[in-house]
Structures are given as structure tokens and as C-alpha cells.
């Protein structure tokens, strides 16, 4: 009686851990709808407090709304960051805590804080700040583990993440940092250039990504206001 009872307990219990994973799999789901398949990556990088005094997610470890183009077809209000030490897009389900590294060979492209990221073979994802047929503006993240940081005579690990500008005109790349750097590969724009950004008060040392996006788009109109003229005197 007794091994008719075990037996019985062992087969119920057989049925019920597929049953609720199962239970749970479409509760999900239920609750990603059409969104379930750009969650079926690998369970994200995480980072111990207790080992890294901060984290390599760009701007923020907090997910924000974003958008994703995945396999051609768009997502929007996705929860997103970016880890730019694994290069990874992370995201997380809806009721879920557990967050997801998004294949980026089916990733097309993503935008978080209005900034488009696009995959590259190299670099994880490349920031695409200006695009247009006249120029072009990336910026590259390189992530690395850096010095400790000691904290209460308790030594954490830090990273510390570069930035690379590039501009891009006719098919050849250019290193920009600053105004300076900028402003040289536009010499017949170079007065009104300078100008902007005095009046404008960029800063290429604190705000450089803003400072330096802001300058590519109105050198792109001032590019689009000569060849207006051109064409009205032709």
C-alpha cells in the first residue's frame, strides 16, 4: 500500500511541474502577446553591488521605454538599456524581473532616448546621431573593466567606457572630438559654424554628444541652403 501511495505521489508530481511551467509559459504569453518573440534570448549579464562599485549600462542600469525593430517588424514601448561592456541590448518582459539579452543578429535596430543604435560586427552597436546623404555622425562605446574604487577599505571593481566620435563625409571618417576637430572638414562653413556654437553655448566637454549632434545638423542645413541656391540659379 505504501509503494502504491509513493508511486501515485511521484506521478502527480511528474504532471504537475510541467503543468505549471506550462501554466506559466502562457501566462507570459498571454501578457507579451505579439511581443513574446523578441523575448526569447538569453537571461541578461547581471552586475553584484557587492563587486562593481557602478555598472556598464549606458547613460543608466534603469530600463527605459524605447523602440525596437527586430527581424523587420517594430516594437514600440519596449523597456530597454544597454550594456556596453558585453554588448548587449537588454530587455524585460512585461511582469517579469528577469531581463533578456536580445540576439542582435535578428536585431535591426533600436532607439532609446532618441538616440538610434544599429549593429555592427565590431563594436556590439554603433550610436547613430546624424544621417543623411551629406554627413554622417556616429559614436562608438568602448567598455572595459578599470581601476578599483575603495570604498569603507572595500575594493570594487569600476568600468570606465570611452567614447569615439566619427564623422563621416563622402565615404571617408573622421575622429571629432570638439568644435575644433568638427569645424576643419567644413572650411566654406567655418565662420557660421564657430558662431553657432558660441550662441548657442555648446559645450564639447560636458554635453559633447549633445554639443556635437547639434552642430552636424545645422551644418547639414546649411549644406541644404547652398544647394537651394544652386539650384534656384542654374
Known sequence: MKHRFLYLVIVLFSFSVPCKAQQAFEEFRADAGDY???YSGQVAKTYSKHKYANTPHWETEEYRIGTLSFEGR??????????????????????????????????????????????????????????????????????????????????????????????TIDGISYDVKKRKSFVKHFPAYKKQLKKYAEENHLNFSKNRRESLTALARYAETLINSYKRTLARNS
Open 36 to 38: 513574446s518573440i523578441i
Open 74 to 167: 517594430i516594437y514600440n514601448d519596449v523597456l530597454l538599456r544597454y550594456d556596453a561592456f558585453r554588448k548587449d541590448l537588454n530587455i524585460i518582459p512585461p511582469h517579469n524581473k528577469i531581463s533578456v539579452a536580445v540576439d542582435s543578429r535578428k536585431v535591426d535596430y533600436f532607439i532609446l532616448n532618441e538616440v538610434r543604435f544599429v549593429p555592427d560586427d565590431k563594436e556590439g552597436y554603433i550610436l547613430v546621431l546624424h544621417d543623411s546623404p551629406f554627413l554622417k555622425l556616429t559614436l562608438q562605446l568602448k567598455c572595459s573593466e578599470g581601476p578599483y574604487d575603495v570604498k569603507d577599505n572595500v575594493s570594487f571593481l569600476t568600468f570606465k567606457t570611452q567614447e569615439q566620435y566619427s564623422l
